[in-house]
């Protein structure tokens, strides 16, 4: 499978508990993007990366989410303290830089339940 | 920032019918309005899109349209099929100091019956 890749598929973890999400993006792509849906809503920008520079953040990242492309390939996107509104579904997105009205790709995305 | 809002949230069609959504933007520097399609535990998928330079793009049975004038953009499906039953999502975004990033609509979830 040569699509965007995320791992894991599901994560349930404890209230407190700290939890880091991987994706791979299509391996051409410089542009990497997190994206954070909750049911009945569409996906919200979270931020996004152009190689491995972070280049914009939204307001919805607290301090408590980080997410790094350390050499520009695939990402990690960490939440520390987990808390019961954090529960959605995290999808990562990636597109060639540059070529407005190109198709950004999706990943399969990793649904947290915080309990 | 950029807000999009779609209507209707929920549609329910004859097989066969025509669905129609419609969403409205409000950044004019929006340039691409690509719309998704969601099944249920999937990824969102590409399934048509268009760019701020044309006013009409169709593909088969799907076709979108953009008044940039009035800032909203519609997709069209033809002859529906109960396997277009899922979630459409429209989106806009720009490059440049938009970074690409898409914002989404809130999704319209559509039925097609038998």
């Known amino acids: 499978d040569t699509g965007v890749s995320q791992n894991p598929r599901h994560k349930i973890t404890k209230r407190g508990q700290n939890v880091t999400f991987r994706c791979d993006p299509i391996?051409?792509?410089?542009?990497l993007y997190w994206y954070r849906q909750t049911l009945g809503q569409g996906p919200e920008f979270l931020t996004y990366?152009?190689?491995?520079?972070?280049?914009?953040k939204s307001r919805l990242l607290s301090d408590r989410f980080s997410a790094e492309r350390p050499k520009g390939s695939f990402s990690t996107l960490e939440i520390q303290r987990t808390e019961q509104g954090d529960s959605a579904m995290y999808l990562c997105?990636?597109?060639?830089?540059?070529?407005?009205?190109?198709?950004?790709?999706f990943g399969q995305g990793t649904r947290l339940t915080v309990v | 920032g950029e807000n999009v809002e779609q209507h209707p949230s929920t549609l329910s069609v004859q097989e066969g019918d025509s669905a129609v959504i419609k969403c409205t933007y409000s950044?004019?520097?929006?340039?691409?309005f690509p719309w998704y399609k969601q099944e249920l535990g999937k990824r969102p998928q590409l399934i048509i899109d268009?760019?701020?330079?044309?006013g009409e793009k169709k593909d088969q049975r799907i076709a979108v349209t953009l008044n940039k004038t009035a800032k909203h953009f519609s997709l069209h499906i033809t002859e529906t099929q109960p396997e277009d039953s899922a979630v459409y999502f429209c989106?806009?975004?720009?490059?440049?100091?938009?970074?690409?990033?898409?914002?989404f609509g809130t999704g319209t979830q559509l039925k097609v019956e038998l």
């Open positions: 950044d004019s520097a929006s340039n691409y």
């Open positions: 990366f152009q190689n491995e520079a972070q280049l914009e």
């Open positions: 391996s051409e792509h410089n542009r």
């Open positions: 997105a990636s597109r060639p830089q540059g070529r407005t009205g190109t198709e950004a790709f």
């Open positions: 268009i760019r701020s330079n044309v």
């Open positions: 989106a806009a975004s720009y490059g440049s100091g938009g970074g690409n990033k898409l914002t």
